[in-house]
């Protein structure tokens, strides 16, 4: 029997007492198979190389992963490992190189601008209408937070106004140790979007208190108190499926007397090839 790589025994662990976890062909046993496989059959030149190696190299805490039950069933979006690997590719802050850091500082506040105004946008508002409001009546306030679901806390004892539209804007132009500038940790507290620079392994938002992700109320997320959007589908339950796949439904197949379903064809007896009809005999012809 050939001894385990060196970190390939934490992997093969139980993290729970379930027989899932156990077995041998459970997402744990997977990945400490194919580590086990290539600790020992690539090298480094003419070095062995270790988990660590894998680990650096990949740009991915492989030692580290969870493997319990909840952690095998969660999905992760692809995109967050990419920026994961790239991260860490870049290596450690500030680049040297000229222009290399400034270059990369440009393209964080652009990620983050652009992901403000998605974020706003897919909620049914804007970052002007989101400033422009803040010196707006006390109706024009009203009404946008009913539209976009986000309750209201009223100020208590005469202090000054700090409800949740105010909360919601966040400056670009303001420096990251501004309450108000647009940085990822506010995003991130506010709407939930998980950092670029924060645990790989943490699921979720993790900074911050999370009851004022948009709703001090202490009743959940945003998400939680936005309205949804009702009404009928706009055709049959199949159409509706199909049409928000981007297909179309076919039509019968008259020509050679099959019929179609969904995307499948049904040939009847004397179907010719797409683009040719079968021709008829003049008796036919004559009874049509």
Same mark, same amino acid.
């Given at each position: ?213 948009? @709703?001090?109320? #202490? =009743? ?5 108190? *936005? &309205?949804?959007?009702?009404?009928? !589908? +706009? $055709? ?18 008259? @020509?050679?007397? #099959? =019929? ?5 064809? *049904? &040939?009847?007896?004397?179907?010719? !090839? +797409? $683009? ?13």
């Amino acid at each position: 029997m050939t001894a385990v790589p060196p970190g390939i025994g934490d992997l093969l662990a139980p993290r729970c007492g379930c027989g899932d976890c156990e077995s041998a062909v459970s997402p744990g046993a997977y990945l400490a198979t194919l580590l086990d496989y290539a600790l020992k059959h690539v090298q480094n030149g003419d070095e062995p190389i270790d988990l660590g190696y894998l680990s650096d190299r990949l740009h991915q805490p492989l030692g580290g992963l969870p493997l319990d039950c909840e952690a095998a069933e969660t999905s992760v979006a692809q995109p967050r490992i990419a920026v994961e690997a790239l991260r860490g590719y870049v290596g450690t802050r500030p680049l040297l190189g000229v222009g290399r850091e400034a270059g990369l500082v440009a393209g964080e506040a652009v990620y983050r601008l652009a992901a403000y105004t998605a974020l706003l946008a897919a909620a049914g508002t804007s970052y002007e209408e989101v400033r422009r409001v803040r010196s707006a009546a006390p109706e024009e306030r009203l009404a946008l937070a009913e539209r976009i679901g986000l309750p209201l806390t009223a100020p208590a004892g005469g202090a000054p106004r700090d409800d949740e539209l105010d909360q919601l804007f966040l400056d670009p132009e303001a420096p990251a140790t501004d309450p108000v500038g647009l940085t990822e940790l506010a995003l991130e507290r506010m709407f939930g979007l998980a950092t670029t620079t924060g645990d790989p392994l943490a699921l979720g938002a993790k900074t911050g208190d999370a009851t004022r992700q948009l @709703a001090l109320h #202490g =009743r959940g997320s945003w998400s939680q108190h *936005r &309205p949804r959007r009702s009404g009928p !589908p +706009r $055709g049959p339950p199949e159409r509706e499926r199909l049409r928000r796949l981007g297909l179309r439904r076919r039509r019968p197949d008259r @020509a050679c007397g #099959g =019929r179609r379903t969904n995307h499948t064809r *049904r &040939p009847g007896p004397a179907c010719a !090839p +797409r $683009g040719k009809r079968p021709r008829r005999s003049a008796r036919a012809r004559l009874h049509r």
